[in-house]
């Protein structure tokens, strides 16, 4: 493995990226004055990138889970639109209850998903 892969994978690299990723949204969007940029940066595939974390065994099932949750995150995104464009909501509140209802979504699929022996 070269050093630049080492780094990436270690969790420094790791904080570093995720770090850059969340400040990139922010300053796109509050100093650049660019929310459609920041939009684009916050839509950056995360989890995707992050397979190169998974073992080889586990990719398959990673992957799967991955785009499940993404489906997931894509309904609490919408959620979120819905609330501060329809409903007047505050973007606090708003942003609370579409990760809760992440969370919510996202707990029942891992329980059910391991529940029955198959994973």
Do not use: C, R
Not at 16 to 44: M, R
Not at 83 to 111: D, E, L, N, P, Q
Request: avoid cysteine; charge should be positive; glycine fraction near 10%.
């Amino acid at each position: 493995m070269s050093p630049i892969q080492t780094f990436i994978n270690s969790l420094p690299g790791q904080f570093i990226i995720g770090g850059l990723t969340v400040s990139g949204i922010a300053g796109f969007s509050n100093h650049l004055h660019n929310p459609a940029l920041a939009g684009i940066v916050a839509s950056v595939p995360i989890g995707m990138p992050s397979s190169i974390f998974v073992s080889d065994s586990e990719i398959a099932e990673y992957s799967w889970k991955l785009l499940v949750m993404t489906t997931v995150l894509f309904l609490a995104t919408f959620a979120n639109w819905f609330f501060i464009t329809k409903m007047k909501m505050s973007k606090y509140k708003s942003v609370g209850i579409s990760m809760g209802i992440w969370a919510g979504i996202g707990a029942i699929y891992y329980i059910v998903s391991t529940s029955g022996g198959k994973k």
